[in-house]
């Protein structure tokens, strides 16, 4: 099989330790923005889209879920963005209107020094009223008609995904990554592998398993993941098939706050 490139109405922007899309070719002046990054990145974000559509303005936002560094430049894009329209999943309402908090990260998983510092990490929700609702429940994404939701809890309760038929792509989020979150060596260096969710922050396991195997199954050939590189062809094939199967072993944790023992 050749290599797949990226298709090339997909620009994905790292923030740090997590990546964020912008969707839409650069002739057409019209694009959707994936997750907002860690805080911090506003300014970075509008720049970057101002450079490649002519316009720093998105036709809408779409989040993934709303861990925060996923959703932690928001609040500031949205003071920039006033009329711009905020979608995410229905269960992951709760969390972006101020009406509940996610559970604690666990820093027992993992090994390492990701996982250890994850009580550091925010796991409130935030509040953003009536800028935020929820996707439509037919599975349609409103400013992308090329793509359809594929709802993937297990890392939080309204996970999503998106997929295009047409080159089989994937945008994962944080369903599954492309690196060993965990480690801050293996984050530094992007080092390449096909992982689960990131240990301390998934509360549901058998749920995370499902929607990998979900994914698996549609037979992507592109996938996009909230860590890590771009992965396309042979390698993202057998290494996400590899881990649909022996999801067990090879994503869930032997011990953790929120691993079911056996």
Do not use: C
């Not at 796991?123 to 793509?147: C, F, Q």
Request: aromatic share 6%; hydrophobic share 40%.
């Amino acid at each position: 099989m050749q290599p797949r490139s990226i298709p090339s109405d997909i620009h994905y922007m790292r923030a740090m330790i997590v990546n964020l899309l912008m969707i839409g070719e650069a002739s057409q002046g019209q694009w959707t923005l994936i997750d907002t990054g860690i805080p911090g990145f506003a300014d970075r974000i509008a720049h970057a889209a101002k450079q490649r559509f002519g316009t720093e303005k998105p036709s809408s936002i779409i989040l993934t879920h709303g861990h925060f560094d996923h959703v932690g430049s928001l609040k500031a894009l949205l003071t920039r963005w006033e009329d711009v329209p905020v979608y995410a999943h229905r269960l992951e309402l709760p969390f972006l209107q101020g009406d509940a908090d996610y559970l604690p990260a666990d820093p027992t998983v993992g090994g390492g020094l990701m996982a250890e510092l994850a009580p550091l990490y925010p796991h409130k929700g935030i509040d953003l009223g009536g800028r935020v609702e929820a996707l439509p429940e037919d599975g349609s994404v409103p400013t992308l008609p090329e793509w359809t939701v594929i709802e993937t809890p297990g890392h939080t309760d309204g996970h999503i995904a998106l997929f295009r038929e047409r080159d089989r792509t994937i945008i994962a989020g944080d369903a599954f990554i492309t690196v060993k979150q965990e480690s801050a060596l293996a984050v530094l260096l992007q080092q390449e592998e096909i992982h689960g969710p990131p240990t301390y922050f998934t509360p549901n396991w058998d749920a995370a398993g499902d929607s990998v195997r979900r994914l698996a199954a549609l037979l992507p050939e592109v996938a996009i993941t909230g860590h890590g590189k771009p992965v396309t062809g042979q390698a993202l094939i057998e290494g996400l098939d590899q881990l649909a199967q022996h999801f067990e072993e090879k994503a869930i944790p032997e011990h953790g706050r929120y691993v079911v023992q056996s």
